[in-house]
């Protein structure tokens, strides 16, 4: 089978690639907040959060909900199910994470509010590198591999 005759290969792919432009707003984010261009950094998380809604309605929670129609899906001796798990739970943890981050800001001038929020803001983005990497194994498993 060739790899665009694979169900969801297509918007498999783009939602990888939408996740890789995540990946470029959150550096350049990172950049523009180490030059303490707040607002900026701000605006630039809140396109992030909503680029990655965008995957995640799109492509995601319909390729869930395709692999995971029945109770016996949940087959937790295949490896590659106990994988797309823990994708699952770390990508639906950084989604309502970074959904609460740029909501609680709503483009506040007054910044203190945001830097308690640091250690969140870490973390969140470390929960998120994982859940890419498993992502990307998964595609790698699903759609270069097999």
């Known amino acids: ?15 990888l690639i ?9 550096v350049f984010g990172y950049i523009i907040k180490r030059r303490l261009k707040f607002r900026n950094h701000g605006i630039t998380m ?3 959060v909503v680029l990655h809604a965008a995957s995640v ?4 929670v319909p390729s869930f909900i395709a692999g995971f ?9 295949n490896s590659l199910v106990v994988l797309a798990l823990f994708h699952v739970a770390a990508g639906a943890i950084t989604f309502v994470l970074g959904v609460w981050l740029v909501g609680t800001w709503h483009f506040q ?10 250690l969140i803001m870490r973390a969140t983005m470390i ?5 890419v990497l498993l992502g990307t194994t998964l595609y790698t498993l699903f759609y270069l591999l097999s």
């Open 1 to 15: 089978m060739s790899f665009f005759e694979k169900p969801f290969a297509i918007p498999a792919t783009a939602s």
């Open 18 to 26: 939408i996740q890789l432009a995540v990946l470029v707003l959150l």
């Open 46 to 48: 809140l396109s992030a």
């Open 57 to 60: 309605f799109a492509v995601m």
């Open 69 to 77: 129609s029945t109770l016996e899906s949940f087959d937790f001796s």
């Open 109 to 118: 001038t007054q910044l203190t509010s945001c830097f308690k929020k640091k």
């Open 127 to 131: 929960i998120w590198l994982v859940a």
